[in-house]
Nanobody, 119 residues
Framework: VQLQASGGGLVQPGGFLRRSCAAS????????MGWYRQPPGKQRELVAT???????QYGDSVKGRFTVSIDNAKSAVYLQMNSLKPTDTAVYYC??????????????WGQGTLVTVSS
């Protein structure tokens, strides 16, 4: 299973950004998809996750500003990032926990992409 994310880059404080990430590969079903981030000099932290049944979880620092959604048919997860702050600057990683038929549950990570919030 491969994860391909799009979006990212430089955005001004108060601005918005939309990220997407799609899973592809051998036969699988999605349990949970979402986003984590690693700010400069800090550990990786939760941004938002969503299950196939639309149960969501958000990191405290993004609640009310970020929205995660999923398209089960496309095995894709989206992250709408609003009211961006300089503290949102980080490398963002797409994550998926999937059931691969014949292999069981596994975790997969996309290649991280940098989001910089700066004027």
């Amino acid at each position: 299973v491969q994860l391909q994310a799009s979006g990212g880059g430089l955005v001004q404080p108060g601005g918005f950004l939309r990220r997407s990430c799609a899973a592809s590969g051998r036969s699988f079903s999605t349990n949970v998809m979402g986003w984590y981030r690693q700010p400069p000099g800090k550990q990786r932290e939760l941004v938002a996750t969503i299950t196939g049944g639309d149960i969501t979880q958000y990191g405290d620092s993004v609640k009310g500003r970020f929205t995660v959604s999923i398209d089960n048919a496309k095995s894709a997860v989206y992250l709408q990032m609003n009211s961006l702050k300089p503290t949102d600057t980080a490398v963002y990683y797409c994550h998926a926990n999937v059931y691969v038929y014949g292999l069981g549950n596994s975790n997969y990570w996309g290649q991280g992409t940098l989001v910089t919030v700066s004027s």
